[in-house]
C-alpha cells in the first residue's frame, strides 16, 4: 500500500501544533505575523492562511481582525477530552490513568531511551533545580519532563495521549508547586522524585522507573488532596 505524500500544509500544521505544545508559543501569545510566519517555515503566505484557518478549526488559535492570531490552546478542542479536573473527584480518576500510564511509559522509556532523549532531560531537570522555589517558573519545565519520557519511549501515541494529558493538568502541575513551595522541604523532595524517574530510565532499569513513577504521580496527588483509590 502506497502512503500518501504528506503536503506543505500538513507538514507546517504539524510543526506549528509541535511549537505550540513545547511552549514556543504559549497559550496567550500572539503568533508571528503570516509573513514571519511563511518566511519561517518556508512557505507562501496561502499556506500559512490554511495552516492558520485549521489551527482555529481545532480551536487552538483564534484571530482578531488587526490583531492577528493568538493562541488559546495547545490542544485540539476535537475528539477525547479530559474535563480539565473540575472537582478533586475528577482530578483524582485523571490522576489514577496517569498513574498506570506514565509508569509504563517510563518503563518503556528506559528500555528505548537514547542519548538525545537522556540530555533533554538531563536539561530540563538542570532548569526544574535553578527554580525549585519559583511555582510559576517551575511549571513549565516540569511539564515538558513528564513530555520528555513520554517522548523517549519512541511510540508516538505514549507521546499523544501523554502530552495531551500533561498540558491539560497545566493548572494542576502549577497548583503542586505552588503548595510544595509554601512547605520548607519539600521541592526538594519533588526534585529527587524527578531525579530517581531519570537515574533509572538513564540506568536502563525499567522496573525500577515504573516504580518511581508510580511513587512520584500518588505523591503528587497526596499534595494535592486528592482521594486515590489503593489497587487491591
Known amino acids: 500500500m502506497q502512503t500518501r505524500p504528506i503536503t506543505l500544509t500538513e507538514r507546517v500544521i504539524q510543526q506549528l501544533r509541535g511549537e505550540i505544545a513545547d511552549g514556543t508559543f504559549p497559550v496567550g501569545a500572539r503568533l508571528p505575523t503570516g509573513k514571519q510566519l ?53 482530578l483524582a480518576d485523571i490522576f489514577e490513568l496517569r498513574l498506570d500510564l506514565e509508569s509504563a511509559a517510563a518503563a518503556m522509556a528506559a528500555l528505548h531511551r537514547t542519548e538525545q532523549d537522556i540530555a533533554r532531560m538531563g536539561a530540563l531537570l538542570d532548569a526544574l533545580a535553578a527554580q525549585l522555589d519559583d511555582a510559576d517558573h517551575g511549571v513549565e519545565p516540569d511539564i515538558q519532563f513528564h513530555i520528555a519520557i513520554a517522548t523517549a519511549t519512541h ?39 524527578h531525579v530517581a524517574i531519570f537515574d533509572a530510565i538513564r540506568a536502563r532499569d525499567a522496573a525500577q522507573a515504573r516504580l518511581h513513577a508510580a511513587a512520584h504521580l500518588r505523591n503528587a496527588a497526596a499534595r494535592l488532596g486528592l482521594p486515590m483509590r489503593q489497587p487491591r
Do not use: C, W
Not at 485549521?54 to 495547545?74: A, D, F, I, P
Not at 511510540?155 to 505552588?178: D, E, F, I, S
Open 155 to 193: 511510540n508516538k501515541y505514549y507521546l499523544q495521549l501523554l502530552q495531551y494529558m500533561t498540558l491539560q493538568l497545566h493548572q494542576a502541575v502549577r497548583t503542586a508547586r505552588l503548595n510544595s513551595s509554601r512547605q520548607p522541604g519539600l521541592p526538594e523532595q519533588v526534585h529527587a522524585e
Open 38 to 90: 511563511a518566511e519561517r517555515y518556508g512557505v507562501s503566505a496561502a499556506v500559512i492562511r490554511e495552516v492558520t484557518e485549521h489551527l482555529r478549526s481545532l480551536g487552538m488559535v483564534e484571530s482578531r481582525q488587526g490583531l492577528g492570531s493568538t493562541v488559546r490552546s495547545r490542544v485540539s478542542d476535537s475528539g477525547f477530552r479530559l474535563s480539565g479536573g473540575a472537582d478533586n473527584t475528577d
